[in-house]
């Protein structure tokens, strides 16, 4: 009987599409990420289904659009019934196990987890994680615990104990060492999980916190990059005077004010940087071990984030929206003897698509519910058809901006479609938006009210319109052969 492949499926938090080297980011060094993509694919167009963290990892772990799996913003809760991974990989005898952070709510649903190691970043999250006690074991002290992404040189203010709101830890190095980072100490569950988990298959989820701000890293990543190196954003000042009013609050709610300190953003870009290139590094420490055990040949390795993060594009920071900067992300699939080494594709790829991916390399069966495609048929060449756009859904009424604008919650619904060359957004109760990505690459210029534009905007209405009537909730599977109905009354 031939050995079941095992499932290593690993998330970066908030890592853009262009800070890798594979991707053509001209001064993060990543070898090891490189070195995976080139063992498989690289998909060159992948697009999460939400730019927040709790939704987009739902879609992920359901392989259902957020409309259906029903997380439409962190700590909302599945609804009822709703399937995870762990749920389908856990029916036919995998352990299924999670290392880092979920975003879920309630923290102390395993939701199907057998092995779990709960790590979410922030310290008021601790109680739910054995970090703080390796912290411990390890002779921090309790300040240091609570306060990590504090450096020393800085005095806590209060209200913002878990880091500071200005950005200011970007220009010192973590109070905890690199053997001990929340980056380490995730590798080191991961590697614990697999190497007790011995000939049983396994799925892990090794979820990764960084490069997630605080911007905060020990050294040697916080002096890796020089910040006089990094490349500055391209910005346009002016850019809102076409854009949606909402654009305008939620760049004041996500302190895009600090773009007026050069000397800080290029610190931040600095940081950032090494917070990458501190994960590739233990990256290559994971499947080193992968491979020392011999069962690197025997799994699927999967790495992408949950989203990207602006780094100053847009005057802005963290994520949301549909720009570019914040729903591309990287994706690289690796699997010796399935998957050709340096396949680069472009066809699109949705977030949903990784679980059935998953699925089908182990042989699974893929239930009727899953809304994604598994990426085997693209990848050998024997897929019929393949989708020629993708979709994202945000609900933004959890934001201050929501209550500026007056909005009740059924107002704050916005739904994006991309094709090759148009981005389309359209908003419930708010001006929409369109951009030529073939010739306005920054997305600065908005032609949604462009006259000639108008049948363009009705055919990409049309599409959302499409999709979503194609993808309302598939579930449960009922078999309907002996329904009373579709009997025929005058047979024998």
Same mark, same amino acid.
């Given at each position: ?5 095992? %499932? ?13 080297? %594979? ?28 730019? $927040? ?17 029903? $997380? ?80 020393? *040189? ?24 690199? *053997? ?13 999980? %697999? ?8 799925? =892990?989820? =090794? ?52 773009? &007026? ?38 799994? =699927? ?18 994520? &949301? ?22 396949? $680069? ?44 756009? $993708? ?13 500026? =604008? ?31 990505? &073939? ?19 009705? &055919? ?33």
């Amino acid at each position: 009987m031939d050995k079941k492949v095992n %499932i290593l499926f690993i998330t970066a938090d908030q890592l853009r599409y262009d800070s890798l080297g %594979i991707t053509g980011h001209p001064l993060v060094r990543t070898p090891n990420l490189d070195a995976l993509a080139e063992s498989g694919a690289l998909f060159s167009n992948t697009f999460v289904q939400s730019a $927040v963290c709790g939704p987009s990892r739902a879609a992920m772990y359901t392989g259902r659009y957020t409309h259906n799996n029903g $997380v439409r913003f962190n700590e909302v809760p599945f609804r009822p019934g709703e399937r995870t991974i762990a749920d389908y990989f856990n029916d036919h005898q995998y352990r299924a196990a999670l290392v880092g952070r979920t975003h879920f709510t309630p923290i102390t649903e395993k939701y199907g987890f057998e092995y779990f190691a709960y790590y979410d970043g922030l310290p008021v999250k601790d109680a739910y994680s054995a970090y703080p006690e390796y912290l411990k074991s390890n002779g921090y002290s309790e300040e240091d615990i609570r306060y990590r992404y504090w450096p020393r *040189e800085l005095e806590v203010i209060p209200g913002q104990e878990a880091y500071p709101e200005d950005f200011r830890e970007a220009y010192y190095p973590s109070r905890i060492a690199e *053997e001990h980072s929340d980056t380490a100490y995730l590798t080191n569950e991961a590697i614990r999980f %697999i190497r007790e988990t011995g000939d049983r298959p396994w799925m =892990l989820h =090794l979820s990764y916190w960084k490069p997630h701000l605080p911007f905060s890293v020990p050294e040697p990543y916080h002096s890796m990059y020089d910040p006089k190196d990094v490349p500055m954003p391209r910005l346009m000042p002016d850019e809102l005077k076409s854009k949606p009013p909402l654009q305008k609050l939620f760049r004041e709610e996500r302190r895009g004010n600090f773009l &007026e300190d050069e000397r800080l953003l290029r610190q931040i870009r600095a940081v950032y940087y090494g917070m990458i290139t501190q994960l590739d590094d233990h990256m290559g420490r994971l499947l080193e071990e992968l491979k020392q055990l011999g069962i690197r040949d025997n799994t =699927l390795i999967i790495f992408t984030s949950d989203h990207g993060e602006y780094m100053g594009d847009h005057y802005m920071v963290e994520k &949301e929206l549909f720009y570019e900067q914040a729903i591309h992300v990287p994706l690289m699939v690796s699997l010796p003897g399935r998957i050709k080494p340096g396949t $680069v594709t472009e066809s699109f790829v949705e977030t949903v698509d990784l679980l059935p991916t998953c699925m089908e390399a182990a042989g699974l069966p893929i239930p009727q519910a899953v809304d994604g495609r598994s990426l085997f048929p693209l990848l050998d060449g024997t897929a019929a058809s393949w989708r020629q756009e $993708v979709f994202a859904e945000w609900d933004f009424q959890y934001y201050h901006a929501r209550r500026q =604008l007056g909005l009740n919650p059924d107002q704050c619904k916005a739904v994006m479609v991309r094709n090759k060359r148009w981005k389309y957004v359209h908003y419930s109760d708010q001006p929409c938006e369109l951009y030529d990505l &073939e010739n306005d690459s920054d997305e600065f210029n908005n032609l949604a009210d462009d006259p000639q534009n108008r049948s363009l905007v009705h &055919e990409l209405q049309l599409k959302i319109l499409d999709w979503r009537l194609r993808t309302e909730d598939k579930s449960p599977e009922v078999d309907l052969t002996f329904a009373s109905y579709l009997r025929d009354p005058w047979s024998t």
